[in-house]
């Protein structure tokens, strides 16, 4: 299980990008550490070291061809974290601090996590600074994205109407800016007041879409549309409106040769549908969707990805909105055996996944993540593996596999219950033909989601719909 070095900066850049999207979910005030005054260099490059400092790493772990290890990606985002947060003790303790010695400070807080400091330091900074410029403007982003996550809505909706008067604008800025807003409003359920913001997010994806188009604009537009999506389910809206955002989606990715952006509107869409008691309709869709793009699109490479992901959804329908097929577990490490009927009443979470899949490491904070913020709430993670023979780089028997499992399992501090079985019966039974696969089921033992992979957003819409099944009722 050797990622080598392309693969393992990508992967530890996906993991760094996750990271960041959780810690936006929690309020971390840790304390301050000691400051050094002998350190006396300029705060640009207090910030620079700090900022640079996780790129920098992984750059060595790829040039020495490191294998994988989200634990050590995880340490590492961890050192960046304490290394920003005693440049910013070191700077705040220095006199009379001014211009953009305030906003490095608040910048090194930022990657510290410290939110309240950060919004303090930036706002200090624009308090003389009424014009644009790439500093200031920088500077209100990451304001707005600070001051959301920690309710301090006036302050971000201030930093956002300053910044969209005055350049530069980057519309990229301005879909994260007006999404943290929407998000903040949605979580204290002020879903009028997110709506526009929702709404203005997703006008300016669909903008940044148009100007550039790759993996990251057409995720970027993806979440926007979903964040839009669920903003319209809390108000209630018509179903024909909520399903005219995916579709404008849909047709967004067919425009743009967005393979995934396509796949994923349409996956969308279909669970919608599911969720709305329309399963057959969900299914004709996705069957007339794989007739369109086999009969109409001629990029052989984009009809491929097209048709794959299209295919395993229909795979998926087949168990979407039907009761959960039972496991078959052989072994259980650090749970107590038990079977899905007996978790009804919880929401569960099933993934799918090997200790040699580069993909299911990168989704283990995730996981770790949620299990420890919702186990309260009712929800139950399975980690549900098989045995396959192999391990650490040679063949194993049955009861060394086991063995080296219990050890996997302690090594990445897996806080969840792992199921190991003998054969693929639970692969077939869930039509698994990729890994990593999440499964999310219902209170009543309904299979609700079912998504394949990991990082490209797909942990934000595994997150949304736990916080949707928690908060329905078993009744």
Same mark, same amino acid.
């Given at each position: 299980?050797?990622?080598?070095?392309?693969?393992?900066?990508?992967?530890?850049? $996906?993991? /760094?990008?996750?990271?960041?999207?959780?810690?936006?979910?929690?309020?971390?005030?840790?304390?301050?550490?000691?400051?050094?005054?002998? @350190? +006396?260099?300029?705060?640009?490059?207090?910030?620079? +070291?700090?900022?640079?400092?996780?790129?920098?790493? /992984?750059?060595?772990?790829?040039?020495?061809?490191? !294998?994988?290890? !989200?634990?050590?990606?995880?340490?590492?985002?961890?050192?960046?974290? +304490?290394?920003?947060?005693?440049?910013?003790?070191? =700077?705040?303790?220095?006199?009379?601090?001014?211009?953009?010695?305030?906003?490095?400070?608040?910048?090194?807080?930022?990657?510290?996590? *410290?939110? #309240?400091?950060?919004?303090?330091?930036?706002?200090?900074?624009?308090?003389?600074?009424? @014009?644009?410029?790439?500093?200031?403007?920088?500077?209100?982003?990451?304001?707005?994205?600070?001051?959301?996550?920690?309710?301090?809505?006036?302050?971000?909706?201030?930093?956002?109407?300053?910044? &969209?008067?005055?350049?530069? &604008?980057?519309?990229?800025?301005?879909?994260?800016?007006?999404?943290?807003?929407?998000?903040?409003?949605?979580? $204290?359920?002020?879903?009028?007041?997110?709506? !526009?913001?929702?709404?203005?997010?997703?006008?300016?994806?669909?903008?940044?879409?148009?100007?550039?188009?790759?993996?990251?604009?057409?995720?970027?537009?993806? *979440?926007?549309?979903?964040?839009?999506?669920?903003?319209?389910?809390?108000?209630?809206?018509?179903?024909?409106?909520?399903?005219?955002?995916?579709?404008?989606?849909?047709?967004?990715?067919?425009?743009?040769?967005?393979?995934?952006?396509?796949?994923?509107?349409?996956?969308?869409?279909?669970?919608? $549908?599911? #969720?709305?008691?329309?399963?057959?309709?969900?299914?004709?869709?996705? +069957?007339?969707?794989?007739?369109?793009?086999?009969?109409?699109?001629?990029?052989?490479?984009?009809?491929?990805?097209?048709?794959?992901?299209?295919?395993?959804?229909?795979?998926?329908?087949?168990?979407?909105?039907?009761?959960?097929?039972?496991?078959?577990?052989?072994?259980?490490?650090?749970?107590?055996?038990?079977?899905?009927?007996?978790?009804?009443?919880?929401?569960?979470?099933?993934?799918?996944?090997?200790?040699?899949?580069?993909?299911? $490491?990168?989704? /283990? !904070?995730?996981?770790?993540?949620?299990?420890?913020?919702?186990?309260?709430?009712?929800?139950?993670?399975?980690?549900?593996?098989?045995?396959?023979?192999?391990?650490?780089?040679?063949?194993?028997?049955?009861?060394?596999?086991?063995?080296?499992?219990?050890?996997?399992?302690?090594?990445?501090?897996?806080?969840?219950?792992?199921?190991?079985?003998?054969?693929?019966?639970?692969?077939?039974?869930?039509?698994?033909?990729?890994?990593?696969?999440?499964?999310?089921?219902?209170?009543?033992?309904?299979?609700?989601?079912?998504?394949?992979?990991?990082?490209?957003?797909?942990?934000?819409?595994?997150?949304?719909?736990?916080?949707?099944? =928690?908060?329905?009722?078993?009744?």
């Amino acid at each position: 299980m050797k990622k080598l070095a392309p693969a393992l900066l990508f992967i530890c850049s $996906l993991v /760094f990008a996750s990271s960041q999207a959780l810690a936006q979910a929690r309020h971390v005030t840790a304390p301050l550490p000691s400051a050094s005054p002998a @350190d +006396e260099r300029a705060a640009s490059v207090l910030y620079d +070291e700090a900022s640079g400092y996780a790129a920098r790493k /992984f750059q060595d772990f790829a040039a020495k061809k490191t !294998p994988y290890d !989200p634990k050590l990606a995880e340490q590492t985002l961890k050192e960046q974290k +304490e290394l920003a947060a005693r440049h910013a003790a070191t =700077l705040s303790a220095r006199k009379n601090l001014s211009g953009d010695d305030l906003y490095y400070l608040g910048l090194l807080y930022s990657i510290s996590n *410290n939110e #309240d400091r950060t919004v303090e330091a930036l706002a200090k900074f624009l308090e003389s600074k009424k @014009d644009g410029g790439e500093h200031s403007q920088f500077a209100r982003y990451i304001l707005v994205q600070r001051a959301a996550q920690v309710n301090r809505l006036e302050d971000a909706e201030s930093a956002l109407a300053d910044y &969209l008067r005055l350049e530069p &604008l980057k519309q990229s800025e301005h879909v994260v800016m007006e999404n943290a807003l929407a998000s903040a409003y949605r979580k $204290l359920k002020q879903f009028e007041r997110a709506a !526009p913001h929702a709404e203005e997010g997703f006008k300016a994806a669909k903008t940044l879409q148009q100007t550039a188009q790759n993996d990251q604009t057409s995720r970027l537009l993806y *979440n926007s549309g979903l964040l839009l999506v669920d903003t319209y389910q809390d108000l209630k809206k018509p179903e024909a409106t909520i399903a005219s955002v995916l579709e404008e989606l849909r047709k967004l990715g067919v425009d743009t040769s967005s393979p995934r952006l396509y796949v994923d509107a349409t996956g969308k869409l279909a669970d919608l $549908l599911v #969720d709305t008691k329309q399963k057959a309709k969900a299914v004709k869709m996705v +069957e007339d969707s794989i007739a369109n793009v086999t009969a109409n699109v001629k990029n052989e490479r984009d009809k491929a990805q097209i048709l794959a992901g299209l295919i395993r959804k229909q795979r998926q329908l087949q168990l979407q909105g039907e009761i959960a097929p039972e496991i078959a577990v052989a072994k259980w490490i650090e749970q107590a055996p038990l079977k899905l009927s007996d978790l009804r009443g919880h929401v569960v979470l099933l993934d799918f996944w090997a200790t040699w899949c580069g993909p299911c $490491l990168a989704a /283990f !904070p995730h996981l770790r993540e949620w299990n420890e913020k919702y186990k309260e709430r009712g929800l139950v993670v399975l980690g549900i593996t098989k045995y396959y023979g192999r391990g650490e780089g040679r063949a194993m028997s049955e009861q060394e596999e086991q063995g080296y499992l219990e050890r996997f399992k302690k090594q990445y501090n897996l806080t969840y219950g792992v199921g190991v079985a003998e054969t693929e019966d639970n692969l077939r039974s869930y039509n698994v033909s990729a890994i990593p696969t999440a499964v999310l089921i219902d209170r009543h033992g309904v299979v609700r989601l079912m998504t394949t992979g990991s990082g490209g957003g797909n942990e934000v819409q595994i997150a949304a719909e736990i916080e949707k099944l =928690l908060n329905e009722s078993d009744k």
